[in-house]
Structure formats: structure tokens, C-alpha cells
């Protein structure tokens, strides 16, 4: 499974729309690597920055995770993949010069969008860019 769970959901978009009313310009689940097949939902190129907006239920958030009754053992099992891989990819886009930001899909989407613009402020002001 190239992506766990349903594109474009509604933290997704929540987080999208916040930047966009900021005037932040960004590429919307896409690859950045030969490496691996991870499509961050939001990428940055030229500051190379790639966020992600992960589910509470597939990306094992501390808060909220749960296992299905049926068949729990198989998706402990499952569910630990899925945080595995995810460490595995980012491991892979950091090596290649990529900062990586996390979210839940329960965090504040203003909370997170300022996060975004913190790093792409550090990045613009250390490459002199805007
Ligand atoms: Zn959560």
C-alpha cells in the first residue's frame, strides 16, 4: 500500500486551505524520491520540505489508536508496519536533504500551518530567498 487510508482528507484540506489563505504555494501528494515511493501530502521543492498529515488510526497515534477487535493480532501487526515504514521513508528524505514535518490528523490545522510557515521562513531567510 503506496498510502494508508483515503487521499485528500479533511485535515488534509483543512491544512491546504490554511496555507493557501497565507499566499503559500505547494505541490499536493506527490513523489520526492527515487528511493522510496512515499508521496508527502504537501511538498515544498525548493525548501525542500515535506509534510505530512497523519491518521490518527493507520500512522498509530498514541491518543487515539485502537485495534479493531476482529483480528487484533493481525492488526497490531499491520499498524506497526505502517509506523515502521513511515520511519523508514523519512529516514530516506532526510538522508536526501529533506525536512520532514508530521502532523496528526488531530492536531489544529492553524497550530500546524504555523509550524509549516516556521520552517519555510528559516528556509527563505537562510537561502535569502522569499
Ligand atoms: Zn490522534
Known amino acids: 500500500m ?10 488534509e484540506l ?3 486551505r490554511e ?9 499536493v501528494d506527490r513523489p520526492v524520491s527515487r528511493r522510496c515511493r512515499v508521496r508527502p501530502d504537501l ?5 525542500r520540505i515535506a509534510v505530512f498529515v497523519d491518521g490518527c488510526f ?3 497515534c498514541e491518543e487515539h489508536a485502537h485495534l479493531p477487535k476482529a483480528n487484533a493480532e493481525l492488526w ?10 513511515d520511519a523508514a521513508n523519512e529516514a530516506v528524505l532526510v538522508g536526501e536533504g529533506w525536512q520532514v ?9 492553524s497550530v500546524a500551518a504555523d509550524r509549516v510557515e516556521g520552517a519555510l521562513r528559516r528556509w527563505a531567510s537562510i537561502s535569502g530567498r522569499r
Do not use: M
Open 76 to 85: 497490531r501487526q499491520k499498524l506497526l508496519a505502517n509506523r515502521q515504514r
Open 19 to 27: 496555507l493557501h489563505r497565507r499566499g503559500r504555494r505547494f505541490f
Open 2 to 11: 503506496a498510502r494508508f487510508g483515503r487521499r485528500d482528507t479533511a485535515p
Open 14 to 16: 483543512a491544512l491546504r
Open 43 to 47: 511538498v515544498f521543492p525548493r525548501a
Open 58 to 60: 493507520w500512522h498509530w
Open 101 to 109: 514535518l508530521r502532523f496528526w490528523e488531530h492536531e489544529d490545522s
